[in-house]
């Protein structure tokens, strides 16, 4: 059984060194005259005295305590944590785009916007809009701009509007994402079959409407099957249609968001197109819109084609096949500095020109495939949320462990013990005792199979020891924890006192 990581200090001895510098020029007492008395501290500082083999033990222990990817299968639903290929890191590691300057002239950076450039148009061939920014650096943060871009268009048209629609099952982040941006979410309810009907659209439609916000396949793991209905109730009241492509892993090569009436979509790189996340970031959230809504995109916009202006040259002296256009009147304004999250930009392109159109097909199609194969695996042992072939994920209830007195909290913990990371556990908030799961593309069958035989061992503890799940985990470095007394109250470890 896994024990606690003692602390660095734990390990100290008083004397031993790990390291030896050589004489220095000047003595700690004279760099200490130079400092104000007040900077100077009366003693050293109390740090712990290890060798080095010692300091990489420990924090190589401490290393392997941490779950990732790399490590095991990571089933959160709607995250999309799928296998990041090595080589966008080594793409993104190419000296020519780390070392680039952000503030270097646009000349001299030809190469990183040549990149950018691309990647764009990729995203627009898949995504079917006709214009693209790359400066959010976060889903969320593509929401915002998103819904700044529908609070400008209808502010232009002489018709501000404040309100959202937003189907009860979203992410969290859409209506905060709203509020934010100064307007006001609106919630619709959805139907038995866990989608979003016209009717109910059509219902809750009055003049102060901007748009609908909807994630596309939901995050019940459904495709929204009225949405070409939902786009023309939507455009006929003058409003604007949203897709949130958190889930867009589930459309690639097979759907075109801008061809079935969305005018506004993001996509997530760190989900989608397999940069790394988690940990907050980093994230890069494009944001796609309709020819209409194209000169309310964040400036600068980048061009292709003419010389550039921005340069200390002249035009004419320095000619730039790329370059960045500053002049937009009705832009709502720049979202991030420089070029967005360009490292990861790079990983996209990196993963979209590997992997090609049949590529990104085969990745939608395989991980609606391996959804649906959990679903019948775990089909016997749970409920199925919303019954019926699923796109990317499936959700499950654990209503009926419930009622032999286990959560879907206990069960995600209990998966602790058996080497996986917890799926997403109590959302969508529509779905008692949900438990959301997304296997994604990259992993294999026997992967899935080993996952969904842990779920259905537990359900049958659940049935013959239902304290040995409520009281899990029991096999990791901390067991259980109070995790609102946790936030709450923060332990935080100081240095020791002398």
Not at 375 to 382: G, M
């Amino acid at each position: 059984m896994n024990t606690p990581t003692s602390l660095i200090y734990d390990k100290s001895t008083p004397g031993r060194l790990g390291a030896h510098l050589e004489d220095l020029r000047y003595s700690e007492q004279d760099k200490q005259k130079w400092l104000p008395e007040f900077l100077r501290n009366a003693s050293a500082p109390p740090l712990p005295e290890v060798t080095e083999g010692e300091v990489m033990r420990h924090y190589v222990d401490l290393s392997t305590k941490n779950f990732h990817i790399d490590k095991g299968f990571y089933p959160l639903g709607s995250c999309t944590m799928k296998y990041n290929p090595k080589r966008n890191d080594v793409a993104a590691d190419n000296p020519s785009f780390g070392t680039a300057h952000p503030l270097a002239p646009e000349s001299e950076v030809q190469g990183c916007l040549h990149l950018l450039w691309d990647l764009k148009a990729a995203l627009m061939e898949i995504s079917g809009f006709p214009a693209m920014t790359l400066q959010p650096v976060a889903g969320a943060h593509g929401e915002l701009t998103g819904v700044l871009i529908m609070k400008a268009y209808h502010e232009h048209l002489g018709k501000p509007r404040k309100k959202i629609l937003i189907p009860d099952s979203a992410h969290g982040t859409n209506p905060a994402s709203v509020f934010i941006g100064g307007m006001v979410p609106v919630e619709v309810k959805s139907n038995a079959k866990g989608l979003m009907s016209a009717e109910a659209v059509r219902e809750a439609l009055d003049d102060d409407v901007a748009g609908i916000m909807l994630t596309n396949p939901n995050t019940l793991g459904h495709f929204e099957s009225e949405i070409i209905e939902i786009a023309d109730v939507i455009h006929k009241a003058g409003a604007l249609l949203y897709m949130d492509g958190a889930n867009l892993n589930a459309e690639l090569g097979l759907v075109r968001p801008g061809a079935i009436g969305f005018d506004l979509l993001h996509i997530n790189l760190h989900k989608t197109f397999s940069t790394p996340h988690g940990g907050g970031g980093p994230g890069a959230g494009a944001l796609g819109v309709s020819a209409e809504l194209e000169k309310f995109l964040p400036k600068p916009v980048l061009r292709h084609g003419m010389p550039s202006t921005g340069d200390s040259k002249s035009a004419s002296e320095s000619p730039s096949e790329f370059y960045l256009d500053w002049d937009r009147p009705l832009s709502i304004g720049r979202m991030h500095s420089f070029y967005g999250n360009f490292a990861n930009a790079v990983r996209g392109y990196a993963y979209v020109r590997t992997l090609g159109a049949e590529g990104l097909r085969r990745v939608a199609e395989n991980a609606i495939i391996n959804a649906n194969y959990l679903r019948v695996l775990l089909s016997d042992a749970y409920e199925i949320a919303y019954p019926g072939a699923c796109q990317h994920e499936v959700v499950l209830s654990a209503s009926r462990q419930k009622k032999n007195g286990v959560r879907a909290g206990d069960i995600s913990k209990r998966l602790l013990d058996y080497g996986y990371h917890s799926p997403t556990t109590y959302f969508p908030l529509i779905v008692p005792e949900a438990l959301m799961i997304e296997p994604t593309e990259t992993e294999s069958r026997e992967t899935l199979e080993k996952f969904a035989d842990a779920l259905n061992k537990i359900s049958k503890e659940i049935e013959t020891d239902p304290e040995m799940v409520r009281s899990a985990p029991h096999n990791t470095p901390l067991r259980r924890l109070d995790e609102t007394a946790a936030a709450r109250n923060l332990d935080v470890a100081f240095l020791p006192e002398e």
